[in-house]
């Protein structure tokens, strides 16, 4: 039986609180022990509180870690990536710079069908190399469980290709990938003015072959008018719903075009983006008991100013995410800490409830909330020293990554 103790810990963000995402005011009670320590046996939690009453606990066999009067927190867990594609659009970043929108950029065959194309030509053992480099841009800002969609390849090989390589990263020790659907990213090039064909594929072809090969868990959309409408997003993820996967959905980031409204209709796990969600879709989503995934970086690296409406979400009760949007085209930063310092200065959220959508509340959004998201006994001990003696110093210092040390399942991770 293997034991590990970490000790001296300026403060421990435990997130103990009750089984279920946090709301309101629960979502600024991080479970902060000072002078806190952690013991850790066979990968899972087994004590975790003041220093005073977890260090008798250690054994001869303990092997001890001082945290040297550092913040300890669980592992961030990335609710929405895009992490498996090949090449960048750092061309379409120097010309939105210059003007060029991005709806321009996308009608010009760039976007999205940019990264589907290079994506297309790369062979798997590529986009393996590549996603595992990226995992370690993850695992250097402190996350250790990721979500993960497909949406890169737009046809029944390639999305399965995909999807294989995600699976194929949970074979490496961490972070951990929750596998996404997403064949309805954008129509692709061939199917151009023929969407209503594109979604007959998805519908008949994509959604069976991934759930006959159980490689995803949950199936989402980009619901926006110039993509796929309500109508044609219900359809589809009505389709996924039969066959037993959850939704989420891109809804809202471009206008209020009534993604929202149809997220709580369908009952979608999460709503994604909803830049632009009004006070009806914010409604229907709390009594719909939707969690919304906030996602600050696609803002900011677009250039934009338009930020979800975090605070009124928060105060109507909503269990709200936040994940960086990982993806070469609109949020190219893997950097939780990065975006926990956009969710503070630009949506209003204190520290503390950045940490919470982060952390607990991202883990019951992918249905994990009894495995990882918060320091607890019998969870799984993905830890993460944090170079600073004050959790608020995480979002405070901008674009600095303040991560000493990284465990997964009580393992220490290489980054």
Request: with cysteine.
């Amino acid at each position: 039986m293997s034991t590990l103790g970490i000790t001296g810990c300026a403060q421990l963000v435990t997130l103990a609180g009750p089984p279920r995402p946090r709301v309101h005011g629960e979502m600024r009670d991080l479970g902060l022990v000072a002078d806190g320590a952690l013991l850790i046996r066979d990968g899972k939690i087994a004590a975790a509180g003041p220093r005073s009453q977890v260090e008798p606990l250690f054994g001869a066999e303990t092997r001890v870690i001082h945290a040297g009067g550092r913040v300890v927190l669980p592992g961030f867990v990335d609710a929405h990536s895009h992490p498996v594609f090949a090449g960048n659009r750092a061309d379409e970043f120097e010309k939105r710079i210059e003007g060029v929108t991005y709806k321009e950029l996308a009608e010009q065959g760039g976007g999205i069908l940019a990264t589907v194309r290079k994506t297309r030509e790369a062979p798997e053992t590529q986009l393996l190399d590549a996603a595992r480099g990226f995992a370690l841009r993850f695992l250097r800002g402190g996350t250790t469980t990721v979500e993960a969609k497909s949406g890169y390849g737009l046809s029944l090989d390639q999305e399965l290709k995909l999807l294989r390589v995600i699976r194929r990263l949970n074979g490496f020790a961490s972070p951990r990938y929750v596998p996404t659907f997403l064949g309805a990213h954008e129509v692709p090039a061939e199917f151009r003015g023929r969407a209503g064909e594109y979604i007959r594929v998805v519908i008949e072809d994509m959604l069976p072959r991934v759930a006959e090969e159980k490689l995803a868990l949950f199936c989402d959309i980009f619901c926006e008018p110039h993509v796929f409408d309500v109508a044609q997003s219900r359809r589809i993820l009505s389709a996924a719903k039969r066959l037993g996967f959850e939704l989420r959905m891109h809804v809202d980031q471009l206008g209020d075009s009534g993604g929202a409204m149809l997220a709580a209709e369908l009952g979608a796990r999460t709503a994604d983006h909803l830049e632009h969600t009004g006070g009806q879709g914010i409604a229907a989503l709390r009594s719909a008991g939707v969690q919304p995934v906030l996602l600050p970086g696609s803002v900011y690296g677009l250039g934009l100013k338009h930020y979800p409406r975090a605070r009124a979400m928060i105060d109507a009760g909503l269990a709200v995410v936040i994940a960086t949007d990982f993806n070469p085209g609109s949020s190219p930063v893997a950097s939780m800490p990065l975006i926990l310092s956009l969710a503070c200065t630009q949506m209003r959220m204190t520290p503390a409830e950045a940490i919470t959508a982060a952390t607990i509340n991202a883990a019951y959004s992918l249905n994990l909330g009894g495995r990882v998201g918060s320091l607890e006994t019998e969870k799984v001990a993905d830890v993460v020293i944090h170079d600073c003696a004050d959790y608020r110093e995480i979002p405070y210092w901008i674009g600095n990554t303040p991560v000493h040390a990284v465990f997964a399942a009580g393992e220490p991770v290489a980054i």
